[in-house]
């Protein structure tokens, strides 16, 4: 099915948030991971407040460029079902429910995996996190589920087609919707980007640019499995070479 070509109006607000986003989290980055450290200790509301408006941040930085062409095939037919003022509002609603999804996915991920020690500084079986992450997330690439969600990420107008619903409260379904397919791609490299570069902006970048490739690249199904197979390796390599490292093998 032919792809929605973007309107200027929607380059523009996207480009602006988008950049504005990664400019907070590259002069945020340290004081996040001091945040999270913060949530498992016990933090005050404002604490809280900060850590959630950071990690929102965040994933609008990284996840709404992959996102642009199923706003843009949603905010099509928004704008046919009602008129332009209403289309942008609901295409709002749409973008800001699969933030709010992932920024529940993330907020709860980055606390759990700093409570199990498997962030930043580890030690004893600990520090063999990064490659087992890495074989788990290689081997995710190759599952059904994963096919299945990234081809509905792959075919914004066809899943907004299939998944439509009228009125704000159907763009706030349509959005939980889109998100749940997309955490379905995209999870447990999430969890590689918070494991193994432990926040850093490198690794934020990196994964970016492969969920954006591999739902907007005419090879990204081959793509995902590229990724799939390297990560495997790297996981074994790199857990081999720590057993050794600590004379476990």
């Known amino acids: 099915m032919a792809q929605v070509a973007p309107s200027v109006t929607v380059l523009a607000i996207f480009a602006t948030i988008v950049v504005a986003a990664w400019i907070v989290t590259v002069a945020t980055a340290g004081n996040l991971n001091d945040l999270i450290m913060v ?8 604490s809280l407040g900060t850590f959630l408006a ?50 529940l996915f993330t907020g709860a991920a980055l606390v759990l995996l700093v409570a ?47 998944h439509w619903r009228t009125g704000r409260k159907g763009a706030a379904r349509m959005g939980l919707s889109h998100g749940i397919y997309c955490l379905g ?15 850093s902006l490198l690794w934020m970048v990196g994964f970016a640019g492969l969920v954006l490739a591999e739902k907007v690249w005419s090879r990204g199904e081959t793509l995902a499995l590229v990724i799939g197979a390297a990560s495997v390796v790297a996981g074994v390599g790199a857990t081999y070479w720590i057993a050794s490292m600590s004379g476990w093998l």
């Open 39 to 46: 949530q498992v200790t016990g933090a005050a509301p404002v």
């Open 54 to 103: 950071l990690v929102g941040v965040m994933m609008a930085a990284m996840m709404l460029p992959a996102a642009l062409p199923m706003v843009t095939a949603y905010r099509g037919l928004a704008t046919l079902d009602s008129n332009p003022t209403e289309g942008t509002v609901r295409t709002f609603v749409f973008s800001a429910m699969y933030l709010l999804l992932w920024l």
């Open 116 to 162: 199990l020690g498997l962030m930043g500084m580890t030690s004893g079986v600990g520090l063999l996190a990064p490659g087992l992450v890495l074989i788990a997330a290689g081997t995710y690439q190759f599952t059904s589920w994963k096919s299945y969600c990234l081809t509905k990420c792959r075919t914004p107008v066809g899943f907004v087609m299939e």
């Open 185 to 199: 791609c995209c999870w447990v490299l999430m969890l590689v980007v918070f494991v193994t570069g432990a926040m």
